[in-house]
T-cell receptor, first 110, second 114 residues
Framework: GQSLEQPSEVTAVEGAIVQINCTYQ??????LSWYQQHDGGAPTFLSY????GLEETGRFSSFLSRSDSYGYLLLQELQMKDSASYFC???????????FGTGTKLQVIP | DAGITQSPRHKVTETGTPVTLRCHQT?????MYWYRQDPGHGLRLIHY???????DKGEVSDGYSVSRSKTEDFLLTLESATSSQTSVYFC?????????????FGEGSWLTVV
């Protein structure tokens, strides 16, 4: 089966940089993606990595190492509105089975 | 916005009654998913579909069944609701695998089983 591990909570200061790690175990790996969810809302897509390396989208970057079964989400220039839960997810198998981690609750403090 | 609508958005039902949640999408996406979200458990996959009449189980499929008779509709049925199925249910779709594999989520359905 699939399993993903990420820290349950992270606290960071406004303007700082924070990294949220994700390790996974899966068969038939296709890619790792990241989602943001504010309280009461639906998750929204942030980034996707299919190949090793860093993908940058504005203040957010995501990294993947397939050999280490590891990835991270990097948030720069933190803003109060970045306070939310962040989920990593793996796509696996030929039929796009998508499994999520348990999420990391990020609190940004002034 | 992938045009995903879930219905009902909120429902209270009694233990032992059947419940069906509907997910409707207007984007002609092939892949559709049902997740439940509970505190401390993140998003757990219940069932998913990779085409009309093609479905497979996720990690928490016991007590749930699904059907997909049309591309645009994916139904989740609780045959006999239990209190442990009180949760928020999210439907999701993938547009074009490989193009970022973006998953689009519906707004969620809040189900309470009393």
């Amino acid at each position: 089966g699939q399993s993903l591990e990420q820290p349950s909570e992270v606290t960071a200061v406004e303007g700082a940089i924070v990294q949220i790690n994700c390790t996974y175990q899966t068969s038939g790996f296709y890619g790792l993606s990241w989602y943001q969810q504010h309280d009461g809302g639906a998750p929204t897509f942030l980034s996707y990595n299919a190949l090793d390396g860093l993908e940058e989208t504005g203040r957010f970057s995501s990294f993947l190492s397939r050999s280490d079964s590891y990835g991270y989400l990097l948030l720069q220039e933190l803003q109060m509105k970045d306070s939310a839960s962040y989920f990593c997810a793996v796509n696996s198998g030929g039929y796009q089975k998508v499994t999520f981690g348990t999420g990391t609750k990020l609190q940004v403090i002034p | 916005d992938a045009g995903i609508t879930q219905s009902p958005r909120h429902k209270v039902t009694e233990t032992g009654t059947p419940v069906t949640l509907r997910c409707h999408q207007t984007e002609n996406h092939r892949y559709m998913y049902w997740y439940r979200q509970d505190p401390g458990h993140g998003l757990r996959l219940i069932h998913y579909s990779y085409g009309v009449k093609d479905t497979d189980k996720g990690e928490v499929s016991d007590g749930y069944s699904v059907s997909r008779s049309k591309t645009e509709d994916f139904l989740l049925t609780l045959e006999s609701a239990t209190s442990s199925q009180t949760s928020v249910y999210f439907c999701a779709t993938i547009g074009t695998p490989g193009r970022g594999n973006t998953i689009y989520f519906g707004e969620g359905s809040w189900l309470t089983v009393v």
